[in-house]
């Protein structure tokens, strides 16, 4: 049907929800909705099942290839791994590979009848011209959705713990990422952090310049251009439905992995000082065309009104540009020296991470 329509269907995934979007003409729209329904809510087969297994080998084999030929180039699964301990967020995004043999065609069906029951279900679409013929095939397509047996378990929220870890490879390069439990998607200060993303920005070494680069970011300006043993200077930005993080993580040479901590208490140290008005605006001005951009894509503009309707209740995407404009220095201050009285979550990889000041020693420069 798919291929019939010119059409296309995809599946994604996050820590917290699975995205199913299809496109297609018009006309086809009953049909494509039938697939895509038939695709998330049908009872698996042992067949399909076994497949989907022997896919997810792969993918954790192809992670353990990443992993060998360069083990620093994502710490992001080891900080939120450090951060919320073996649970909720803090879980590997495609579950632990030893897990995959307790997976079977009833485990599957039982997850699906527990989580995927009509409240947690959205159903979004655009181009659409009768919102009545939608909801009546919505309807007809969930029909098949047995009442649940049980009131729904509710959703375990998440706690964040920090800490410190360290993990040593045998490479030419450290990587030090710091970070403290920022706020929720729903928090009033969440715009203010993807203005202080732009802000700090990133920077590497093939990577610098053009439109939207953050060459004048502070990455840019006050790490990458000032230190000359650093290889790369990213961002920590991450929102989620009760929690969040923010921080900075720098990858620079191992005989100077003892300065990479410095590097990064330094850079928030700076924040904290305060922003300059010129500084404040053209992060505003970059956060706004990210959005910008991305609610062009109509499946984008999408899956944020299906996340609107998910965290606020209502339809809040159209004030994103009002909030940002909102944000002050004043409120970056505060938000920052609340910040950083938290418990931190420092992980270090790679060669030399002994070098590397404790948790305890970079919270205590940072106060």
């Known amino acids: 049907m798919v291929q019939m329509s010119g059409g296309d269907l995809s599946m994604s995934f996050d820590q917290e929800r699975a995205y199913f979007k299809a496109s297609c003409l018009e006309h086809d729209v009953p049909e494509m909705l039938g697939v895509l329904s038939d695709c998330a809510l049908e009872d698996r087969s042992p067949i399909a099942i076994n ?15 990443k992993m060998k030929v360069d083990p620093l180039e994502d710490p992001m699964p080891t900080v939120l791994n450090l951060a919320y301990g073996h649970q909720t967020l803090g879980m590997p995004l495609i579950g632990f590979e030893s897990n995959l043999e307790n997976l ?4 599957v069906v039982d997850f699906f009848q527990e989580h995927a029951v009509p409240s947690r279900i959205i159903f979004c679409a655009s181009g659409v011209r009768n919102h009545s013929e939608f909801v009546q095939l919505v309807e007809n397509a969930t029909s098949r959705i047995p009442p649940p047996a049980n009131t729904p378990k509710p959703r375990v929220k998440s706690r ?20 403290f439990e920022s706020v929720p998607w729903a928090h ?22 053009g439109p939207g680069k953050g060459m004048y970011s502070r990455a840019t300006q006050d790490i990458f251009h ?14 989620f439905s009760d929690s969040g993080l923010f921080g900075l993580t720098v990858r620079g ?31 505003k001005n970059i956060f ?7 609610m062009e894509a109509r499946d984008n503009r999408l899956e944020e009104t299906v996340k609107n309707y998910q965290i606020f209740g209502k339809l809040n995407k159209d004030k994103y540009l009002e909030m940002v404009d909102a944000v002050t220095a004043e409120r970056i201050h505060g938000a920052l020296s609340s910040l950083t009285t938290k418990k931190g979550t420092l ?11 404790s948790l305890h020693s970079i919270e205590q420069a940072l106060k």
Do not use: W
Request: proline share 3%; with cysteine.
């Open 104 to 107: 079977n065609a009833g485990t």
């Open 188 to 209: 009033p200060d969440m715009p203010l952090f993807g203005v202080l993303n732009g802000l700090l920005g990133s920077a590497k070494g093939f990577s610098m310049g």
């Open 226 to 239: 000032r230190y000359p043993f650093i290889e790369a200077v990213n961002t920590i930005n991450t929102n």
């Open 347 to 357: 992980v270090a990889l790679g060669g030399n991470i002994a070098d590397v000041e």
């Open 288 to 294: 706004k065309i990210n959005i910008s951009m991305a």
């Open 160 to 179: 964040y713990k920090g800490g410190e870890s360290r993990v040593f490879y045998d490479t030419p390069s450290a990587s030090l990422s710091l970070c």
């Open 253 to 283: 040479a191992r005989a100077n992995a003892k300065e990479l901590s410095e590097v990064v208490a330094n850079a928030l140290v700076d924040l904290k000082r305060g922003v300059t008005d010129e500084e404040l605006q053209r992060a």
């Open 51 to 65: 497949v989907a297994k022997q896919i997810s080998k792969k993918m954790h084999q192809q992670n353990e290839a």
